[in-house]
């Protein structure tokens, strides 16, 4: 029984490279007639309106302090750092990076804390009139 057969070893072979060969342009993201299919990531450019709603819900968590993108998604943004960054880049007149400083029991700090977001002191100066 432990002895595998030449003809079987064979037939598992041709049967794995077939499932390959099959599945290798869905892996690809490709459609099976060869053709590039749209890939759904959330890199793409959201739409104005979305992005405007996102911005503001974001500004109006970010009014009190400065938040870690972690507890932002703790509380409904669904952003990836990436997406965070991104968003940070195309809105650098009202958003800075910045790194939330993380303690443990004891008190020592963490270097280099976790990747945040904080409005500028321009942005808050100009909604403080």
Known sequence: MDSVTPA?????????????LTLSPVIAGMKRDGGNSEKKTSTAQPSNESEKALLD???????????????????????SDEEFDQLIARNNRILRPTRIV??????????PGWPGVRLTPEYRDQQGR
């Open 8 to 20: 079987m070893n064979s037939r598992s072979i041709i049967i794995i490279l077939f499932s390959a």
């Open 57 to 79: 819900r974001l500004v109006s968590e970010l009014k009190r302090s400065s938040r870690s993108f972690i507890y932002l998604r703790s509380v409904g943004f669904n952003l």
């Open 102 to 111: 993380r303690r443990d029991k004891d008190g020592t700090r963490h270097i």
